[in-house]
Nanobody, 124 residues
Framework: QVQLVESGGGSVQAGGSLKLSCTISGYIYSRVLMGWFRQTPGKEREGVAVIHSPIGKTEYATSVRGRFTISEDASKNTVYLQMNSLKPEDTAMYYC?????????????????WGQGTQVTVSS
C-alpha cells in the first residue's frame, strides 16, 4: 500500500526558511508527477511545485518561483520542498501528491496519491 508522509513544517518569521520532506512508502507504478500543494481554510488546494518523472523537469507557481525549490532523492524515496524568503501569505497546510496520469500539474484532480499534510505558519 502506498503512503506519502510529509514532515518539516513549522512556524517561522517572514524571511525565514523551511524544508519540507515527503517520504514515499510502497511503489507507485507509472508515476509521472510528484507535486507539492498548499491549502488554506475556505480555499482550493493550490499547486506550488512539481517534478516530472523520469526526466526531472521542475515547474513552479508564479507566487513561489525563485523562492521555493523542489527536488528528489530517489535513493531515499523522498521529495523535498526547500522554501526560502518565506512570506505570511505562504502560511498554509502543505501536501505532497503523486500522479500516475499526468495532465495539468497544478490541478489537484490529476493526483491520485496524497499525504496527510504538514502545517507551515509564517509570521510577520
Amino acid at each position: 500500500q502506498v503512503q506519502l508522509v510529509e514532515s518539516g513544517g513549522g512556524s517561522v518569521q517572514a524571511g525565514g526558511s523551511l524544508k519540507l520532506s515527503c517520504t514515499i512508502s510502497g511503489y507507485i507504478y507509472s508515476r509521472v508527477l510528484m507535486g507539492w500543494f498548499r491549502q488554506t481554510p475556505g480555499k482550493e488546494r493550490e499547486g506550488v511545485a512539481v517534478i516530472h518523472s523520469p526526466i526531472g523537469k521542475t515547474e513552479y507557481a508564479t507566487s513561489v518561483r525563485g523562492r521555493f525549490t523542489i527536488s528528489e532523492d530517489a535513493s531515499k524515496n523522498t521529495v523535498y520542498l526547500q522554501m526560502n524568503s518565506l512570506k505570511p501569505e505562504d502560511t498554509a497546510m502543505y501536501y505532497c501528491a503523486a500522479s500516475t496520469s499526468g495532465g495539468n500539474w497544478w490541478s489537484a484532480g490529476h493526483y491520485n496519491y496524497w499525504g496527510q499534510g504538514t502545517q507551515v505558519t509564517v509570521s510577520s
